[in-house]
């Protein structure tokens, strides 16, 4: 899958700090350097559930944890597939792990970089020195005359790590056979290796708060931007003002910087019946904090009215998005103010049709809205800092690796969201399962229609419907 620009990939490294940095210049007068993230280059923090995560991967491939303790980490969600995220670390690119949806497992896809990070003790390739300018300087594979070792532990298909006799990593890539087999080969390709722009890793310990004090103009600026717009489009529609809030980070950061221009206004929460229990604890916990008034959607009881029609929802077919957010919310609004003007969470690298989206609209289905996006321009890692400052109480779902919050069983899920709720959610999921099961014996559909996501896609449909938060 090729990568997409969505905006300007702004991420940057202090190595004074050893923080990530937004800007040229850290807080600390530092210069800073370019992290060579993949398009779209939307970085966030790594939590210690998803250090957790790389780690048991790491240490079940390589024999070792890749993350040492005290350090940043950032995750960039990657085009793939299905998923596969970036490891950053000290300013330079660790590698990626990615999910393998058949199999239910995760693999790591290491850079040379990572090396020296962590001293791998399995699948290690060890190669003459003098195969070092071929192999490191001209991106060629490892052939069978130039391997001097090869860890016993490697099999076709593995990621391994490619070094020479004098301890240098020159590269890593995909093994072409297991070490039985390239023992007793006369030549031929051992190893496939990748070629990846190469980046610094400079380690050093910090905490977010350093991250906060690193960024602090940065992100200073960023909230005056975003307080500008909210007066200006206030004062082009004086109708009632709303802020959408879904439970998740991006409409809480906008709450917080529209609340800072005009004080407490409703939040509108679009409730569909098939949100997370964190995210209902959430809603109550900002509601408390902030004493603002929270204007609930009805739960939509034509959610299996549809389904029983047109079976589930699916990437390509949303109409869960009409039907238990977009109408109830149009029908709230009319009930209550007449129309309403709604600061909405959207941000451009989320994706292309919000890349592409004005920063003011109207969605056709709902007339009676007016929407705006304050946070248009912001990154994740803009996001989270703002919300690591303000000590804003977030959904804690984030802690436990969902990037996004939504509706539990959301088609535009990929896979490996899909089988963390499964297992992690189970209660929730059976309940969602039971009505696919159903649709799949009414309709004679295959044996694996559930189990491959193949419920996720619709065959012979085109998704015209613009999601709106």
Same mark, same amino acid.
């Given at each position: 899958?090729?990568?997409?620009?969505?905006?300007?990939?702004?991420?940057?490294?202090?190595?004074?700090?050893?923080?990530?940095?937004?800007?040229?210049?850290?807080?600390?007068?530092?210069?800073?350097?370019?992290?060579?993230?993949?398009?779209?280059?939307?970085?966030?923090?790594?939590?210690?559930?998803?250090?957790?995560?790389?780690?048991?991967?790491?240490?079940? #491939?390589?024999?070792?944890?890749?993350?040492?303790?005290?350090?940043?980490?950032?995750?960039?969600?990657?085009?793939?597939?299905?998923?596969?995220?970036?490891?950053?670390?000290?300013?330079?690119?660790?590698?990626?792990?990615?999910?393998?949806?058949?199999?239910?497992?995760?693999?790591?896809?290491?850079?040379?970089?990572?090396?020296?990070?962590?001293?791998?003790?399995?699948?290690?390739?060890?190669?003459?020195?003098?195969?070092?300018?071929?192999?490191?300087?001209?991106?060629?594979?490892?052939?069978?005359?130039?391997?001097?070792?090869?860890?016993?532990?490697?099999?076709?298909?593995?990621?391994?790590?490619?070094?020479?006799?004098?301890?240098?990593?020159?590269?890593?890539?995909?093994?072409?056979?297991?070490?039985?087999?390239?023992?007793?080969?006369?030549?031929?390709?051992?190893?496939?290796?990748?070629?990846?722009?190469?980046?610094?890793?400079?380690?050093?310990?910090?905490?977010?708060?350093?991250?906060?004090?690193?960024?602090?103009?940065?992100?200073?600026?960023?909230?005056?931007?975003?307080?500008?717009?909210?007066?200006?489009?206030?004062?082009?529609?004086?109708?009632?003002?709303?802020?959408?809030?879904?439970?998740?980070?991006?409409?809480?950061?906008?709450?917080?910087?529209?609340?800072?221009?005009?004080?407490?206004?409703?939040?509108?929460?679009?409730?569909?019946?098939?949100?997370?229990?964190?995210?209902?604890?959430?809603?109550?916990?900002?509601?408390?904090?902030?004493?603002?008034?929270?204007?609930?959607?009805?739960?939509?009881?034509? =959610?299996?009215?549809?389904?029983?029609?047109?079976?589930?929802?699916?990437?390509?077919?949303?109409?869960?998005?009409?039907?238990?957010?977009?109408?109830?919310?149009?029908?709230?609004?009319?009930?209550?103010?007449?129309?309403?003007?709604? =600061?909405?969470?959207?941000?451009?690298?989320?994706?292309?049709?919000?890349?592409?989206?004005?920063?003011?609209?109207?969605?056709?289905?709902?007339?009676?809205?007016?929407?705006?996006?304050?946070?248009?321009?912001?990154?994740?890692?803009?996001?989270?800092?703002?919300?690591?400052?303000?000590?804003?109480?977030?959904?804690?779902?984030?802690?436990?690796?969902?990037?996004?919050?939504?509706?539990?069983?959301?088609?535009?899920?990929?896979?490996?969201?899909?089988?963390?709720?499964?297992?992690?959610?189970?209660?929730?999921?059976?309940?969602?399962?039971?009505?696919?099961?159903?649709?799949?014996?009414?309709?004679?559909?295959?044996?694996?229609?559930?189990?491959?996501?193949?419920?996720?896609?619709?065959?012979?449909?085109?998704?015209?419907?613009? #999601?709106? #938060?």
């Amino acid at each position: 899958m090729h990568p997409s620009y969505l905006g300007k990939i702004l991420l940057r490294w202090c190595d004074q700090c050893h923080t990530p940095v937004l800007d040229k210049t850290c807080t600390c007068g530092a210069p800073t350097r370019e992290v060579p993230l993949t398009p779209p280059g939307d970085a966030r923090p790594a939590f210690p559930a998803d250090i957790s995560l790389i780690n048991n991967i790491f240490s079940e #491939h390589f024999g070792a944890p890749l993350v040492p303790e005290g350090h940043l980490v950032l995750l960039n969600k990657v085009p793939d597939n299905d998923r596969m995220e970036e490891i950053i670390i000290g300013g330079g690119i660790a590698g990626s792990i990615r999910y393998i949806p058949k199999e239910r497992r995760w693999e790591p896809i290491p850079r040379p970089e990572a090396y020296d990070l962590f001293k791998p003790t399995k699948r290690v390739i060890v190669v003459d020195d003098s195969a070092t300018p071929f192999i490191r300087d001209q991106g060629m594979s490892v052939l069978r005359p130039g391997l001097v070792s090869i860890d016993n532990a490697v099999h076709a298909g593995d990621e391994v790590f490619v070094v020479t006799e004098s301890g240098e990593c020159i590269a890593a890539g995909r093994a072409k056979v297991g070490a039985e087999e390239a023992r007793t080969m006369q030549k031929g390709q051992i190893v496939r290796n990748r070629r990846n722009v190469r980046s610094q890793i400079i380690l050093g310990r910090a905490t977010w708060q350093d991250a906060i004090r690193a960024n602090s103009d940065v992100i200073t600026k960023v909230e005056e931007e975003s307080m500008q717009f909210v007066k200006d489009v206030v004062a082009a529609y004086p109708i009632q003002p709303t802020v959408s809030y879904s439970g998740g980070k991006d409409s809480l950061v906008t709450m917080l910087v529209v609340r800072k221009v005009l004080g407490n206004i409703p939040l509108l929460f679009a409730d569909t019946g098939f949100e997370f229990p964190e995210t209902y604890k959430n809603v109550e916990d900002v509601q408390q904090k902030y004493g603002v008034e929270v204007v609930r959607t009805n739960t939509s009881t034509k =959610f299996y009215e549809t389904f029983s029609r047109q079976g589930p929802p699916a990437v390509n077919a949303r109409w869960c998005c009409s039907v238990c957010k977009l109408l109830p919310v149009a029908e709230t609004i009319r009930s209550k103010w007449g129309e309403c003007l709604s =600061f909405i969470g959207q941000r451009r690298y989320e994706s292309l049709s919000r890349a592409e989206s004005d920063r003011v609209w109207r969605n056709p289905t709902v007339k009676v809205q007016v929407s705006a996006a304050p946070i248009q321009d912001w990154t994740a890692l803009h996001v989270w800092l703002y919300l690591f400052r303000e000590e804003a109480p977030y959904n804690k779902l984030y802690e436990c690796r969902l990037d996004r919050i939504g509706c539990f069983m959301c088609p535009s899920s990929d896979m490996a969201l899909i089988h963390f709720i499964e297992a992690d959610f189970a209660e929730l999921w059976s309940g969602w399962q039971k009505q696919l099961v159903a649709w799949q014996k009414a309709n004679g559909l295959p044996d694996d229609w559930i189990t491959s996501g193949a419920w996720r896609l619709k065959e012979g449909v085109h998704d015209k419907e613009r #999601h709106n #938060h």
